[in-house]
């Protein structure tokens, strides 16, 4: 008699087919490649979406939706804000106004060109 899977095994064993994987599947081959079948396996996946340890994603592959499954990054990029310091649009009282079509564009901002000088 087979054993019965619970759903944290069921998890487990997704993000280790996954991980396999390096990281990314096309959600149509994760049964197969993981030995489980949908049926008992969807709930525990969505859950894993749900919660954020995977990510569910559209690509278009030659103008077809595919759907892959990937682990989320867990680097984090630091930018350094430190060439934005000063810039005039954060505490600009036009800046719900501005865009770059209309009156008022970054393009012909006088406190901009005179950030972008200084700068
Ligand atoms: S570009 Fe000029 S007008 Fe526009 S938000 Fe920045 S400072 Fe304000």
Not at 14 to 40: P, Q, V
Not at 81 to 91: F, S
Not at 101 to 115: A, S, Y
Request: aromatic share 6%; glycine share 6%; charged share 35%.
């Amino acid at each position: 008699m087979k054993k019965k899977i619970n759903k944290e095994e069921l998890q487990h064993k997704i993000i280790e087919t996954i991980t396999k994987r390096k990281g990314r599947i096309k959600r149509k081959d994760l049964w197969k490649a993981s030995k489980i079948s949908s049926e008992i396996g969807t709930k525990a996946l969505m859950e894993l979406i749900k919660n954020g340890k995977l990510l569910q994603v559209e690509e278009y592959i030659n103008g077809k939706k595919t759907l892959y499954l990937k682990l989320p990054s867990k680097e984090l990029k630091i930018i350094s804000l430190e060439p934005l310091k000063g810039i005039p649009c954060l505490p600009c009282n036009e800046y719900n106004f501005c865009s770059e079509m209309g009156n008022l564009t970054p393009i012909t901002c006088k406190k901009m060109d005179e950030w972008l000088e200084a700068s």
